[in-house]
């Protein structure tokens, strides 16, 4: 289970200030500290860590090392730069180390030990933790289904999401997949590629998650599997939609666990709705209607109109909104921008929307977050004469 204080990493070489963090955190964090690269890997892979504080230069007076960019280096390499908080604490504050930390790795904070405020860097700290999410945001209790035919994996699998609070169902085959998730409500699957181990061409995780998406499922999933091509990844990430991919041969428990929590912190749900009379569900051509576009972090109800329900991460998004009319003749449509800011709370918006005087009119809407379109859904009105 996971520890009730949040755990913090400190990579540090030097001793005082092994002792400076202790003294400083071990009230309202859990205080891990590494002295090397390897310890610090180690702790990452079997500890559940929130923060990261990390010195420069891992070797006692020698400002040419260069330790801690490793280690952030291996935490891209390993795809967790983005899910982990990291704050540089050096007495090396060279401009050329500001810029990589911040530009590079991205980091939140760069702090001089020679010029260091306790207050300041608590402050920071505080600041990081609270920017990682936990599962209970979420607003119900996360559900989840595990499709892989090695009992051992399901057993590994379901212990490790039970730990985040999740609520687990199992599948060892395609067709009970498909039963289970055609029939409930997940938020998140675990696949394995091949559900058959006598079958070395067999794919049936990949079909399922196709499946999913050409029924217009609203599911993440993470593909946890032993075997798979460079151009089956490629494809599962581009064009099913998967979150991530984790090969079984160097499977990390600590690592699974964070890419869940992370995954199911920043599942949010859209919605839209055009404002109707009571005879019609469709644009009227002419009339000023208003659209409204709703993110909850609540699962909208099976067969809830007009809903998107695509789960995604929360942030910033781009609400594409065009008019097309078909009809040369027609005045020629428009294409609107608006950006939609998600937080920890249900949103909506409103926008007005003019459509052409005459002909047959398409209203398109899609959804994108980051330069990837999540959702598309159009609505077409023949013009009254």
Same mark, same amino acid.
């Given at each position: ?19 400076? !963090? ?13 002295? +090397? ?18 010195? @420069? ?34 007495? !090396? ?33 505080? +600041?990081? @933790? ?32 039970? $730990? ?51 029924? *217009?499922?609203? @599911? ?44 199911? +912190? ?7 709705? @055009? ?10 051509? *002419?009339?000023?209607?208003?659209? +409204? ?9 099976? *067969? ?8 995604? $991460? ?72």
């Amino acid at each position: 289970m996971t520890s009730a204080k949040p755990k913090i990493l400190c990579l540090e070489d030097d001793k005082s200030f092994i002792e400076f !963090y202790t003294d400083l955190f071990s009230s309202e964090y859990d205080v891990a500290c590494a002295t +090397s690269l390897s310890e610090a890997e180690r702790l990452l892979n079997t500890q559940d860590i929130r923060l990261a504080l990390v010195d @420069i230069s891992l070797i006692p007076n020698d400002s040419r090392d260069t330790g801690g960019f490793r280690f952030l280096e291996r935490l891209q390499s390993l795809g967790l730069i983005t899910d982990l908080p990291t704050i540089i604490v050096t007495a !090396y504050e060279k401009p050329e180390f500001m810029r990589k930390a911040f530009r590079d790795y991205g980091v939140r904070d760069f702090f001089s030990k020679q010029q260091l405020s306790p207050s300041e860097l608590k402050k920071a700290v505080e +600041s990081g @933790i609270a920017s990682t999410y936990v599962v209970k945001k979420i607003g119900e209790t996360p559900r989840v289904l595990v499709v892989d035919d090695e009992a051992d994996w399901r057993e590994i699998l379901k212990e490790l999401l039970e $730990a985040e609070g999740c609520e687990v169902d199992t599948a060892s085959t395609y067709e009970e997949a498909i039963d289970k998730i055609s029939s409930n409500s997940y938020h998140l699957a675990t696949v394995d590629v091949r559900l058959s181990e006598l079958d070395s061409k067999d794919a049936r995780g990949f079909d399922l998650l196709d499946m999913a998406k050409r029924i *217009g499922l609203s @599911i993440d999933s993470i593909v946890v599997s032993a075997v798979a091509t460079t151009d089956q990844v490629t494809w599962a990430l581009t064009e099913l939609g998967v979150r991530d991919f984790i090969g079984k041969t160097d499977f990390r428990r600590e690592y699974f666990r964070r890419r869940v929590r992370k995954l199911l +912190s920043h599942l949010i749900y859209v919605t839209v709705e @055009i404002e109707s009379d009571a005879t019609s569900t469709l644009l009227k051509v *002419g009339k000023e209607h208003s659209l +409204s576009v709703g993110i909850s972090r609540t699962r909208p109800q099976q *067969g809830y109109p007009r809903s998107l329900a695509r789960p995604t $991460a929360a942030g910033v998004f781009e609400l594409e909104v065009v008019v097309h009319p078909y009809d040369v003749d027609v005045l020629p449509g428009s294409t609107q921008f608006l950006t939609v800011m998600s937080d920890d709370s249900a949103e909506s918006l409103n926008y007005q929307i003019i459509p052409s005087t005459a002909g047959r009119i398409e209203l398109v809407i899609d959804l994108f977050y980051r330069s990837n379109m999540l959702a598309r859904m159009t609505i077409t009105k023949e013009a009254e004469e």
